[in-house]
């Protein structure tokens, strides 16, 4: 009896050291071992964003990227940078959103939630860093009127009402408007560009004309890049004059929009986007530092 007491012992205690030995991988950074999960996720990484690649090129890239993530982590301690408060409360914001979403996929990976944490921490000290670097008094400086002159160049600031030209049957099914529909519908909207520009009605008035529509209640921006408008709005958008309303039609929707000056102090938006056209103007620059960075740690 004491034998067999002794043998569930034994085998209690290599069950506990097994499993806590299994949070790491037989992966170390400069020595240092890495969390099986941190190492998990840039191994899923890795082959997500290289599917044609083998299998050992795909470790490969996996461990570059754990060795970026290790010396970003450390040239941000090095050179004592400091999150504020609502850095940290995006990173947490942003772990719970990714946690609810894709909470299961991760499990099924071996990526806890601490693992997701410490990822997003790590790309917040990437950020925090290249923001250094760049900043009016860092080593490689770019000045307010270079970020200024990117964001005007590149963004378009504007306000739109969007109406849709398909109705619902009996089946409360989409379907396209008859002609008489549209061409009510289309006068609506030209009517409210023609009161918006003369001054008889403010933008957010004018919405009032037509039924079932959406109104962005304030001015925002966006580049050539966006998805959230169909394709030509941009150019559409971008051909129309400051200060003025145009009415256009992209396949089932019609839009009435009125364009600003982008970089206006009333709306300030610039100072939303300045991180975005620091990214656009020295992001690749950024990442070949971490890369050289990263050259100096040894993922074994």
């Not at 959103?97 to 990437?126: F, V």
């Not at 849709?164 to 989409?174: G, K, P, Q, R, Y």
């Not at 962005?216 to 004059?241: C, M, R």
Request: net charge negative; proline share 1%.
């Amino acid at each position: 009896m004491k034998k067999r007491a002794v043998a569930l012992l034994l085998c209690f205690i290599l069950t506990v050291f097994m499993c806590s030995c299994g949070r790491y991988a037989s992966v170390r950074v400069n020595g240092e071992k890495i969390s099986q999960g941190i190492y998990n996720y840039f191994l899923d990484r890795a082959k997500a964003e290289n599917a044609d690649a083998s299998q050992t090129e795909q470790t490969e890239i996996a461990n570059k990227k754990l060795a970026d993530y290790v010396a970003v982590n450390s040239e941000f301690q090095n050179r004592g940078l400091k999150l504020g408060t609502e850095e940290k409360i995006n990173v947490s914001d942003n772990v719970d959103a990714l946690w609810h979403a894709y909470g299961e996929y991760y499990t099924q990976n071996k990526i806890t939630k601490q693992d997701l944490y410490k990822i997003e921490l790590s790309n917040t000290y990437r950020q925090a860093l290249m923001l250094s670097i760049y900043s009016a008094d860092g080593a490689k400086p770019v000045s307010e009127d270079e970020l200024k002159n990117y964001f005007n160049s590149h963004y378009i600031a504007f306000k739109a009402i969007t109406g849709f030209l398909t109705t619902v049957d009996d089946n409360n099914n989409a379907v396209a408007m008859s002609d008489a529909e549209k061409q009510s519908i289309m006068s609506k909207f030209s009517k409210m560009v023609e009161d918006i520009n003369d001054g008889s009605v403010s933008f957010d008035g004018a919405s009032t004309y037509a039924d079932n529509v959406t109104l962005t209640s304030n001015a925002i921006v966006i580049d050539a890049d966006d998805k959230s408008y169909p394709k030509g709005f941009y150019e559409q958008l971008s051909s129309t004059e400051e200060g003025k309303a145009a009415s256009f039609v992209i396949g089932d929707y019609i839009f009435t929009v009125q364009r600003f000056a982008a970089l206006s102090e009333d709306l300030n938006l610039f100072e939303r986007y300045r991180t975005k056209c620091l990214t656009a103007l020295k992001g690749e620059e950024f990442a070949e530092t971490v890369s050289e960075w990263g050259k100096a740690y040894t993922v074994a």
